[in-house]
């Protein structure tokens, strides 16, 4: 909750001038989010700016992906880790 | 530091066993023994799913019982099949079946333990700007808090009351997106529209004022 006097941290102000042109809005993020997550698993240097954009300006978003992530590559055996780092790189 | 934490493996006890469906959307629309089978293994994906979701969200829920833990895994799955099962038309192939039903379990069990989480928390909302920067500040740090004190500022004077309300109650105060839209009868896209909106004007306000350059911070850089 907002009280008087909250401090506001340092990655807060970078989070609040965070550039987070081009715009992609959740629901759209949510309908790429399966095909961006197989391509970075298939290849962690695949890039999909829009994507990219958002999961790093929208918290909740880049945590379901990461999820994602986790969930496909342990069905198909695979390490997470490449994609996961692909994403850190990227942080909110 | 590993990127995947014991939180994050799937259950073992959930692990799928037998096997899938050739072609999904056809095995879930057509009645018969097929659909029975098709709409078993379905849930049995949704419940991996919200189990694994919810496992890694549960330091959001410390004074949660496994018990109580379980249910809101088991009846998200429920949701997130029913999700799934309304949307089966618009599923275009553009990835696996199984990875596209995934994302809604995740969707689903993900939203269920932010409420939850939040429940019995206050949300309050400023129009005026009350927060503060850090400090002191070692000397090395000056310039980050100076920008954070420009931000402070930029707040105040580039923002909308509506826009100041939403930035704060997500970015300062770290208030889940999902529970602020619940609480005001919004949803996530429009919140991250206004975020988005408030976060142009106050680059804008900040690169005028010589605060902030063009290209700093980037969003989806290193």
């Known amino acids: 909750m907002t009280q008087a006097n909250t401090p506001l941290s340092l990655q807060a102000a970078l989070s609040l001038t965070l550039d987070t042109e081009p715009f992609l809005s959740c629901d759209d993020c949510f309908d790429l989010?399966?095909?961006?997550?197989?391509?970075?698993?298939?290849?962690?240097?695949?890039?999909?700016?829009?994507?990219?954009?958002?999961?790093?300006?929208?918290?909740?978003?880049?945590?379901?992906?990461r999820s994602l992530i986790l969930l496909v590559a342990e069905q198909d055996g695979i390490s997470p880790a490449p994609a996961l780092g692909a994403l850190e790189d990227n942080p909110a | 530091m590993s990127l995947v934490s014991a939180d994050d493996r799937v259950?073992?006890?959930?692990?799928?066993?037998?096997?899938?469906?050739?072609?999904?959307?056809?095995?879930l629309s057509t009645p018969g023994p097929g659909q029975d089978h098709a709409m078993d293994r379905l849930h049995q994906m949704m419940l991996r799913a919200c189990h694994h979701q919810v496992r890694r969200m549960r330091s959001s829920l410390a004074s949660v019982g496994s018990e109580r833990l379980d249910e809101i895994?088991?009846?998200?799955?429920?949701?997130?099949?029913?999700?799934?099962?309304?949307?089966?038309?618009?599923?275009?192939?553009?990835?696996?079946?199984?990875?596209?039903?995934?994302?809604?379990?995740?969707?689903?069990?993900?939203?269920?333990?932010r409420r939850f989480a939040w429940a019995h928390r206050e949300v309050e909302l400023n129009d005026a700007t009350q927060v503060m920067e850090c400090g002191p500040s070692p000397a090395s740090y000056a310039e980050a808090s100076d920008l954070a004190a420009a931000v402070r500022l930029a707040i105040d004077v580039a923002l909308t009351p509506h826009q100041r309300r939403i930035t704060i109650a997500l970015l300062v105060d770290e208030v889940p997106i999902d529970v602020l839209a619940q609480r005001l009868g919004s949803n996530r896209n429009a919140l991250y529209k206004t975020v988005h909106e408030a976060r142009t004007r106050l680059r804008a306000h900040l690169i005028a004022s010589g605060h902030l350059t063009t290209s700093l911070p980037k969003a989806g850089t290193s």
Not at chain 1, 33 to 58: F, I, K, N, S, W
Not at chain 2, 103 to 110: M, P, R, V, W
Request: net charge negative; proline share 4%.
């Open chain 1, 33 to 65: 989010v399966d095909e961006y997550v197989e391509a970075l698993l298939a290849d962690p240097d695949h890039d999909q700016l829009a994507m990219r954009t958002h999961l790093a300006g929208c918290n909740a978003c880049a945590e379901e992906a």
């Open chain 2, 11 to 27: 259950p073992p006890s959930l692990d799928l066993t037998g096997a899938d469906p050739e072609n999904w959307v056809e095995a």
């Open chain 2, 73 to 113: 895994a088991n009846q998200a799955a429920d949701e997130a099949m029913m999700a799934v099962l309304a949307k089966l038309s618009t599923f275009e192939g553009r990835s696996r079946f199984t990875t596209w039903a995934y994302k809604f379990a995740i969707l689903q069990s993900a939203t269920e333990v």
